[in-house]
């Protein structure tokens, strides 16, 4: 089996910067893409960012700019660090990674972090 656990999310004023970090353990052969998501009340789940096993990121149009997602293969995590936020970034943040097991490979999620843009 294999867990996510993500970490970082706290309340912050709008312009200040956060960094989000998401662990992966268990039985890890492989792990392909990582992505952030993130849901705010009332809205449907969000793509952030999305990074491949050689690096290639991409963003949401609304974040391209302000974040910027890295990982750490060696530590089978993912981050990603959020500048200039805004109240409308306020949402549970979610990393998904897309992992290959000892016996399969599947997607998984992690239980998500609260990120609150506030003054």
């Known amino acids: 089996q294999v867990q996510l656990v993500e970490s970082g999310g706290d309340l912050v004023q709008p312009g200040g910067s956060l960094r989000l970090s998401c662990a992966a353990s268990?039985?890890?052969?492989?792990?392909?893409?990582m992505v952030w998501y993130r849901q705010a009340p009332g809205r449907q789940r969000e793509l952030v960012a999305t990074?491949?096993?050689?690096?290639?990121?991409s963003y949401a149009a609304s974040v391209k700019g302000r974040v910027t997602i890295t990982r750490d293969n060696a530590k089978n995590s993912v981050y990603l660090q959020m500048n200039s936020l805004k109240p409308e970034d306020t949402a549970v943040y979610y990393c998904?990674?897309?992992?290959?097991?000892?016996?399969?490979?599947?997607?998984?999620w992690g239980q998500g972090t609260q990120v609150t843009v506030s003054s």
């Open positions: 998904e990674a897309d992992v290959l097991g000892v016996l399969r490979r599947r997607t998984y």
């Open positions: 268990g039985s890890i052969s492989a792990i392909f893409d």
């Open positions: 990074i491949t096993n050689v690096g290639t990121t």
